[in-house]
């Protein structure tokens, strides 16, 4: 299984990106999708999450209105709609796929360890 994401960047502060995730090697829409971010010598942390489905969506608090998560079937695509950035937001994002298929709604708690395939990561740096 591979997943690649891209869409990473520089952004000024109060700036949007996109985030984009595909896999190859595995029936794509049959697993949750998630993003995490990770800050050199910080914990990851996991900041939103979609359903196989696309219907369930969560998101940390630290994040919630101001990303949006969406899956794109057709495309094979999930991407990570990021507004109104602030330099906090500076770090590696990494989109993983969930361990397990077809999954009811999405974690209540987003663990790294529920994660089965992770991607690369994409750098995100927010200026102040």
């Known amino acids: 299984v591979q997943v690649v994401e891209s869409g990473g960047g520089l952004v000024q502060s109060g700036g949007s990106l996109r985030l984009s995730c595909t896999a190859s090697g595995l029936i794509f829409d049959e697993y949750a999708t998630a993003w995490f971010r990770q800050v050199p010598g910080k914990e990851r942390e996991g900041i939103s999450c979609i359903s196989w489905s696309g219907g369930s969506q969560y998101y940390a608090d630290s994040v919630k209105g101001r990303f949006t998560i969406t899956r794109d079937r057709k495309k094979n695509f999930v991407y990570l709609q990021m507004n109104n950035l602030s330099p906090e937001d500076t770090a590696i994002y990494y989109c993983?796929?969930?361990?397990?298929?077809?999954?009811?709604?999405?974690?209540?708690?987003?663990?790294?360890?529920?994660?089965?395939?992770w991607g690369q990561g994409t750098q995100v740096t927010v200026a102040s």
């Open positions: 993983a796929i969930d361990s397990e298929r077809l999954r009811v709604g999405v974690p209540k708690v987003l663990r790294g360890s529920d994660m089965a395939w």
